[in-house]
């Protein structure tokens, strides 16, 4: 194309070397008559007016050069918008002023200065992918200021991709910002990842639980070398020297006035795993009233007892166990159903789907047979014979202290916690008020409600229909304090990082890597080609006319 374009001048300097200078033989000097005088001999330049022929042959040649420089220069209207799929965990916070977080916003600040009406699609890459909308280059970095917070607790791309795939077109890029490596294979057809990540040593508080009583903290040193920390809840401190890529577990006892704790270790690269709140657990204990004969109510109390949540009483049950008929009115029971008096024993057949049976091993329990058949759901049988139902309110098992040895078996307190934990699951309002980011919340409408709203956002976490139980479960609730409101209702709880995974900076790294899309590859740039090849050609007809014509005469 330059070399075309050097052609421009030739075609000049040829017409002003076309004359030169030769002897010409006439009949008579009349007939050639001229008002300039003729160059002694060779080759010299000559002054002359561009005849319309060098006219057209340069426009001619100037359309071939414009229309091979055309597809070279952008088109910002054709170019392929670009979806961002950026990492929104909270180890994008590690570092003071080279964080990662700091260095893809002055990365992205740069491409929307670049490409200032290009379209980029915001996708962030969370406990769950969130589209936050479209935006233009010059307005990338501010949005970006205020959504892209990274204070999630994980990063799940593929949830992200598949939001990418619904919003792209055909002709689409995507760029995914992070601070891990990628896998070994190559990033897909039209996607470029780039990561600003870089190995750090960190502290995190791992794992916490507040009990009415005392706090336990599970502090993790994430470094190759043993290091110094110190710990502290409230008035209470200590001290940690951990051994490198190991754990330390931390107890404080509680007063009963402590409301709020705050929890923070020594200043370390990554702030936001460095402290927690913990909110008062003193949940109401469940109340289970014994309606059974001697030898079996020595058995479920001596269960019972080894749970500090349960409260043996009479007065307004919330549990009843019992051998024998229930009153109408009964609330949520266990039944307690005699055998036949033989026993059997071999591999029984529980039901996963079932917190009732949560952590618990029959293998070496004797059974029972059952004088009569159990109702509801089987929870637990061998082979055509049912061990433990439940339906509605009701839950039945077979169990004989003469007859079976269940009540000798490690699976027997266990069962009993299992159950007095789904009586306290089904309680109005909020199992626990303190999670981890990413455990799951339960709570239980009041009667009547229907909408689960996050205040003062107004935004609906969770809408009911009226076929649906009143339990809800969110799992994708923000790191930080959150109040859930249903109608007059309010409960309050605390969503703290503890993610060891996500705490460990060892395995940062920094890398880019693109793999072109052939069908974007040509979009981008200008396409309009023909417009000027035409203009040739239209040209070209106009010089063969005018020299046809020129002959003639």
């Known amino acids: 194309m330059l070399w075309a374009l050097a052609s421009t001048p030739l075609l000049a ?6 004359k030169r200078s030769s002897v010409r033989h006439v009949s008579m000097l009349r007939l050639w008559s001229t008002g300039r005088r003729p160059p002694s001999r060779g080759r010299k330049f000559r002054w002359m007016p561009f005849p319309p022929v060098f006219i057209l042959e340069l426009l001619i040649l100037l359309l071939l050069v414009f229309a091979a420089l055309l597809p070279f220069f952008p088109d910002a209207r054709r170019t392929p918008p670009l979806t961002l799929i950026l990492d929104n965990s909270y180890s994008m916070r590690a570092g003071k002023t080279d964080s990662a977080h700091i260095l893809a916003l002055q990365h992205l600040k740069e491409l929307g200065t670049k490409e200032p009406r290009r379209e980029f699609r915001v996708i962030l890459a969370g406990r769950g992918a969130r589209h936050l909308g479209s935006y233009a280059g010059n307005e ?5 200021t205020e959504h892209w917070l990274c204070d999630e607790s994980d990063a799940r791309f593929p949830e992200a991709f598949l939001v990418a795939e619904r919003l792209e077109t ?4 995507r760029l995914v910002i992070s601070d891990h490596r990628w896998s070994d294979s190559e990033p897909p057809p039209g996607c470029s990842y780039v990561a600003f990540g870089r190995p750090r040593e960190n502290f995190a508080i791992t794992g916490a639980v507040r009990e009415p009583h005392r706090v336990m903290f599970l502090v993790g040193n994430f470094s190759d070398t043993a290091r110094e920390t110190e710990l502290t809840a409230g008035a209470a401190r200590q001290k940690l020297l951990i051994p490198p890529g190991d ?52 058995a479920v109390a001596t269960a019972f007892q080894a749970n500090p949540r349960v409260r043996l009483t009479d007065e307004n049950p919330e549990l009843l166990v019992s051998d024998s008929a229930l009153p109408p009115n009964a609330p949520q029971s266990v ?6 008096g033989k026993t059997f024993s071999g591999p029984v057949a529980p039901s996963r789907n079932s917190p009732l049976l949560d952590g ?3 293998r070496s329990v004797l059974w029972s047979v059952p004088a009569k058949p159990l109702t509801g759901a089987p929870l637990l049988q061998l082979g055509e014979t049912f061990l433990i139902t439940h339906r509605g309110r009701r839950i039945e098992a077979v169990w004989s ?5 269940w009540h000798l078996t490690p699976s027997w307190p266990g069962w009993w916690y299992n159950v007095t934990e789904f009586v306290a699951g089904n309680r109005t309002g909020l199992t626990e008020h303190n999670y981890s980011s990413g455990a799951p919340v339960r709570l239980r409408l009041p009667a009547g409600e229907r909408e689960l709203v996050i205040v003062p956002e107004g935004r609906t976490a969770y809408r009911l229909f009226p076929d649906m139980a009143q339990q809800v479960i969110l799992e994708k609730l923000p790191v930080g304090p959150v109040k859930l409101q249903a109608g007059n209702h309010r409960w309050e709880l605390i969503v703290n990082p503890l993610n060891a995974a996500e705490s460990d900076l060892r395995g940062l790294s920094s890398e880019h890597r693109s793999t072109p899309s052939p069908q974007t590859e040509h979009l ?6 023909w417009a000027p090849l035409l203009a040739a050609l239209a040209l070209l007809g106009v010089h063969q006319w005018y020299l046809r014509r020129r002959r003639e005469i």
């Open 401 to 405: 202290p003469k007859s079976s040895n």
């Open 524 to 529: 981008g740039r200008i396409d309009l080609v």
């Open 335 to 340: 039944s307690l159903l005699d055998g036949d």
């Open 170 to 173: 055909r002709f689409s890029e």
């Open 140 to 144: 990338l970095v501010a949005r970006l």
């Open 13 to 18: 300097l040829i017409y002003f070397l076309s």
């Open 247 to 298: 754990f330390a577990k931390v107890v404080f006892p509680l007063s009963d006035d402590v409301g709020t704790l705050d929890a923070f270790l020594s200043p370390d690269i990554l702030d936001f795993d460095q402290s927690i709140r913990l909110l008062p657990e003193n949940p109401p204990p469940v109340r289970v009233q014994l309606v059974l004969s001697e030898e079996r109510r020595k």
């Open 360 to 362: 618990l091993d029959f």
